[in-house]
């Protein structure tokens, strides 16, 4: 479980094929301090789990189901991502409840520079609209923010100058990629109300059941 604070910027420094999957090796120093091997990390918003680790660096195995829902097979050497570790039971939830499991591919849309803040405006497929509603949650490449707008299937978030400055969504461009993950909370309540919507509708067999003789 991850809050969606990033707590630094790690830098790609291999990346190698195995199998159908990639071994990853990630430079940070902050997160360093205190990371064991099986501990998880997220990067860019994908939970991943330490392999190996040296002073300061650390290695991930990303599987084929990881590579096809999210950006981490686009990751080459100099690439900046945005880390951090799982959250402690003691820890304050600064942002909000991240699984760091991604439910899709995102690509901004549209960039509105204000005074103060940045509009990034994302695409993401119309399959999920039940999912993001507007001031809702939504992680991006590992960061807790909220949808200020939803239109059609694309959706506005304003990011302030700190989260800028202390994420790699600085380095967005028109086009780019993004890992977004939906509100869990959002996917429980979808999941259940299409529960109770199922158990309501009649079948055509109905008619052909029998009622039980007293």
């Avoid at 969606?4 to 990639?22: N, P």
Wanted: a negative charge.
């Amino acid at each position: 479980m991850f809050t969606g604070l990033i707590e630094e910027i790690g830098s790609i420094k291999k990346v190698k094929s195995i199998g159908g999957g990639l071994r990853i090796q990630i430079s940070a120093a902050k997160i360093m301090d205190d990371l064991k091997i099986d501990d998880s990390v997220s990067i860019n918003g994908a939970c991943q789990t330490v392999v190996s680790l040296t002073e300061n660096s650390f290695d991930v195995e990303a599987v084929e189901e990881t590579l096809l829902k999210t950006t981490l097979e686009k990751l080459k050497p100099g690439d900046s991502v945005n880390l951090e570790r799982a959250a402690l039971p003691d820890s304050r939830l600064g942002g909000h409840f991240v699984q760091g499991h991604v439910d899709c591919i995102g690509e901004l849309a549209k960039i509105d520079r204000l005074q103060t803040a940045v509009n990034l405006w994302f695409f993401y497929p119309k399959e999920f609209t039940e999912l993001i509603v507007p001031t809702g949650s939504i992680c991006i490449n590992g960061v807790s923010l909220t949808s200020a707008r939803v239109e059609n299937n694309q959706f506005m978030v304003a990011i302030i100058p700190h989260t800028l400055k202390s994420t790699n969504l600085k380095d967005l461009k028109v086009g780019g990629k993004v890992n977004l993950e939906f509100d869990i909370i959002g996917k429980y309540v979808v999941k259940i109300l299409d529960a109770s919507n199922l158990s309501k509708r009649t079948s055509p067999l109905d008619k052909y059941i029998t009622q039980p003789m007293d």
